[in-house]
């Protein structure tokens, strides 16, 4: 059988479907020339190299391969947990050790998934040579955002929402979660709809759109999108550990990777409402307390010349003063 074809029958097995993968990042296996995306460790080149994956580093993991590209280390930060299960359907899922490790062989063309301790799917991996194929899983559905906002004339949002036209379902989820939570509404009498007891007309559609979606999802497409955030939040939290050093160096440097973290924090917010619009999200909600309480530690420690402000971080700021992530224009005011 043709080994992409048996794949996808695996894959399917486990209830991943093709439309849930995201796109591949190609990296260099050992040995498959001088642009290399696998390099030596430094710490020890004789047994690992080591991979960079942006992928991967979302989720606060790294990859090592050994020099003949048969074991596979995944190794996450601080320990975090999570597994991984070696050719997808023959082998049972070896769960990270307490140095946050997982060491495993790789058979069936290399093929593996990163999974959390739950058997969330997170990473599919499958070697391809001469390269590794890494795929971030999404294993919920994509909202349909040119649908919602039709009616819009909000034009910051409707250029946000062309823009992630054939982005990944985080980025289009992330997008819904700015809808529910961004938008700015036509003018209206707030008032008089009070008083005629319109209450509902108080909100858009577009707003309302995105929570009618998040109440509709299933509880394997809630638990997906958790783990994904969730991920994504602890991973956060080291980056803002971090930051204390890059804060020394060039203003403008900092200036652009603090509001990357800022741009992060909300992607992760906008998700963190519609879970709670779906009843989930308190495993998220744990990890943002500790990320959270660094965020705010190192705002109040910025060098006034660390600039974070455009539209996005504006409304953020408006919507909610104690968000250590909105415009440096604004002053923040924690409670």
Known sequence: ???????????????????????SEDLALPGAGPQQALQASPRDVTSSIAAHSPTLDTLGLRLEL?????????????G???????????????AADEAGMARVELVRQGRFLIE????TPLVLGYTQPPYLHLRPIYA????????WIVSSRDKWMLGEVHEGVGADAWRRTSLAGQLARLSES???DVAALIAAGRLQDLVSDVELAPRRWARSLDAAAKAALEQQAVRRAEALGDDLEDLFETLSADMS???LAWRRLCHRRDDIESVRVLLREASAGSELEKVLES?????????????QTVSAADERLRRVALGDPSAWWGSTDLEAHYF
């Open 116 to 119: 959390s301790l739950g058997g």
């Open 140 to 147: 919920w559905p994509v909202p349909p955002l040119e649908e």
């Open 291 to 303: 990320a959270d309480r660094t965020g705010r530690a190192v705002r109040i420690n910025l060098d």
């Open 253 to 255: 440097e900092a200036s």
């Open 66 to 78: 050994d020099p003949g590209a048969r074991m596979l280390s995944v190794i996450s930060r601080h």
């Open 1 to 23: 059988m043709n080994p992409h074809v048996q794949m996808q029958q695996e894959l399917a097995a486990l209830g991943i479907a093709s439309e849930m993968l995201g796109p």
């Open 186 to 188: 036509d003018a209206m």
């Open 80 to 94: 975090a947990t999570f597994q991984v299960r070696p050719g997808l359907v023959d082998e049972p899922p070896r």
